[in-house]
């Protein structure tokens, strides 16, 4: 290693074994946790308010500000505004989840036609986060044995895009039901990147105080205890 960058390693080695307590303050922790607690994914509560462009900024900056694999940053955020684009992505989303609808049956099948799934011509704003695997050629630190890396690093970008939208009192909600070629098509995006998420995002006027899915009867929240395990694979 360079002399020069082996005494900056060292340096900021000492400057951080020197802060007697790296831990943010009770009040910072407690708005860290409340964020992570009351994130939801956000369908039908969506105000037509246009999201301003500082906080805007703020949130897609969270999200560039992400950990990723090699320090790659595989990330892309394509904005859509335009009303006519949303219906377009709408009616792909139509068309998909008639084809969902259809593996279940009975009273199941009419909870899930009931369920409101997306936001996508309420919310004003809709985000599609890509990632370019080969951003950085195919090579690169912690993907020569695992190069589904790439991948991962973006949904962190998620993430950290879902919980400072949340700071700011903007909703979001992921949208997943939609033929991905139909997708790539209208929103032009071309060979090699790779669709991660679509997001809705916009105000809203209210936030349900536990996930949609669980107040409305689909699935209930698995217990910590029984998804924790130690040292390796136990049965359960």
């Not at 946790?33 to 039908?44: E, F, G, L, M, Q």
């Not at 999201?51 to 500000?65: F, N, Y």
């Not at 990632?131 to 630190?141: A, E, F, L, V």
Request: include cysteine.
């Amino acid at each position: 290693m360079p002399a020069d960058l082996s005494s900056h390693f060292r340096e900021v080695v000492v400057r951080n074994n020197a802060k007697e307590n790296l831990a943010f303050s009770e009040s910072e922790r407690t708005a860290v946790y409340r964020a992570i607690k009351t994130r939801r994914d956000v369908r039908d509560q969506f105000l037509p308010t246009p999201i301003q462009e500082d906080v805007l900024r703020r949130i897609l900056g969270a999200a560039h500000a992400a950990p990723s694999v090699g320090f790659m940053q595989p990330w892309n955020f394509l904005l859509i505004k335009s009303l006519a684009q949303r219906q377009k992505v709408e009616c792909a989303f139509r068309t998909a989840q008639a084809e969902e609808a259809e593996q279940f049956v009975g009273e199941r099948k009419a909870l899930y036609q009931n369920l409101k799934l997306e936001g996508i011509v309420k919310a004003p704003l809709n985000i599609c986060v890509t990632c370019d695997p080969n951003r950085n050629g195919k090579t690169g630190i912690g993907r020569t044995h695992n190069p589904q890396m790439a991948q991962y690093s973006t949904v962190c970008a998620v993430q950290n895009l879902w919980l400072a939208a949340r700071a700011e009192g903007v909703g979001v909600g992921w949208v997943s039901i939609y033929h991905e070629a139909q997708m790539r098509q209208i929103l032009d995006i071309p060979e090699g990147i790779e669709i991660i998420a679509y997001l809705c995002v916009g105000y809203v006027d209210e936030l349900y105080e536990e996930p949609e899915l669980q107040i409305k009867g689909w699935r209930q929240r698995l217990p910590l205890d029984d998804l924790i395990m130690h040292e390796s694979w136990e049965k359960q």
